[in-house]
């Protein structure tokens, strides 16, 4: 794979950076958090930047892996549009220009006067990132950048992420909401099966230096492909009866079908990818949920790092209807190469029907039989 693991997780890193940067940095934080009032409010500019944000890490991620694999251009996919309306209401496409001075002048055409804000995300853009982890260089599968294909959540819980709320207490490690739960994903995907081969998650805010109030993160990556499953954790002990994750806008119907399962105990998070992250790390054994509401991209990285332990992420309905069905075989796995017939825009990434992220196969026939 030539170094694609550490390219990933490079430029993971130079995302949650960007991420950090936009809540530590004075002019960045103003723009992100601030909500003026009366002539003085600019409803569009204040919405265009929280999601200039999220657009930014996006084209990074893909300027930086097409310019070091040519390969991936074009297959490199994201959640977000990159087009803005610019100062003189026209239109502008945010990408990486060839130096942080053009990339400036770029964002500008966006941000009008600030100046400052523009010029501290340009230098982040184009600032390179130094990797200390020795494990990343004997972590490479024999597989062609040219066979695979990216997904991009680029800051998954964004509402999370702008709420920016630090003091949510974690009940059993789990935390309900929260600024922690604001994570960077990117999946790697065979292009013709669909399958997730590889995966990152980037934690951008883990811990907080209390002296100097700078964020720290960390990320976990995984590999399944072929018969290799490497991955930078260990897959956690399981428990003998699971503890699930929900969303808190779930159903009664599936809160009650489950609640016994878990000994009445259910619990809840925000961010799809925070919930999976939840599952990776063995503080759940299982993330359900019914509705179609997450995407492609929420769910591609993470799956790539349960396979690599083991589990998987099922698609919910099609399961249900294959045990109803009298089917033996395995439960239906997402995959990534297949938008949804008569759907338009995101819609045609939707995990329709929901899913279901687990660890332990057992756990997983305790999930379905329940509902």
């Keep these: 794979m030539g170094g694609l693991l550490q390219a990933l ?3 993971s890193e130079k995302a949650a950076e960007l991420a950090r940067l936009c809540r530590q940095e004075q002019p960045l934080f103003e723009l992100l958090v601030a909500e003026k009032t009366g002539p003085d409010k600019n409803r569009r500019f204040l919405q265009d930047f929280k999601t200039l944000a999220d657009v930014l890490i996006q084209e990074v991620i893909k300027h930086d892996l097409g310019k070091e694999f040519p390969e991936l251009q074009g297959h490199i996919h994201g959640e977000e549009s990159n087009e803005f309306r610019d100062v003189h209401g026209g239109t502008v496409a945010v990408h990486v220009c060839a130096t942080p001075r053009d990339t400036a002048a770029l964002l500008l055409s966006v941000l009008g006067p600030e100046r ?3 010029e501290l995300l340009a230098d982040a853009v184009h600032r390179d990132v130094a990797l200390g982890d020795a494990a990343l260089a004997g972590a490479e599968p024999d597989v062609s950048p040219g066979d695979l294909a990216v997904w991009i959540d680029p800051i998954d819980s964004t509402n ?10 974690p009940v059993d490690g789990i935390a309900p909401a929260g600024l922690c739960s604001a994570l960077v994903l ?3 995907f065979d292009r013709r099966s669909g399958r997730p081969v590889l995966g990152v998650i980037n934690e951008p805010f883990f811990r907080r230096d209390p002296q100097t109030r700078r964020w720290h993160g960390r990320y976990h990556w995984g590999i399944a492909h072929g018969d290799t499953r490497l991955c930078s954790l260990s897959p956690p002990a399981p428990r003998a009866a699971p503890r699930v994750v929900l969303s808190r806008a779930e159903g009664d119907a599936v809160r009650g079908a489950l609640g016994p399962l878990c000994g009445g105990h259910l619990h809840f998070a925000a ?5 999976m992250l939840c599952v990776i790390l063995g503080l759940a054994d299982a993330y359900v949920l019914s509705e179609g509401s997450t995407f492609a991209w929420d769910a ?3 799956h790539a790092i349960l396979r690599a332990l083991g589990g998987g992420v099922v698609a919910l309905g099609a399961a249900l209807r294959a045990r109803r069905e009298g089917g033996c075989g395995e439960p239906p796995e997402l995959v990534y190469n297949r938008p949804a017939e008569g759907a338009a825009g995101a819609e045609r990434w939707a995990n329709r029907g929901g899913l279901v992220a687990y660890l332990n196969p057992q756990h997983l026939q305790a999930v379905l039989k329940a509902l």
């Design 300 to 302: 591609c990285a993470p």
């Design 160 to 169: 999370e992420y702008i709420a920016g709320r630090e003091d949510v207490p």
């Design 116 to 118: 400052a804000a523009a």
């Design 186 to 188: 990117i999946g790697l």
């Design 9 to 11: 997780v490079g430029v």
């Design 271 to 275: 961010g799809a990818g925070y919930k």
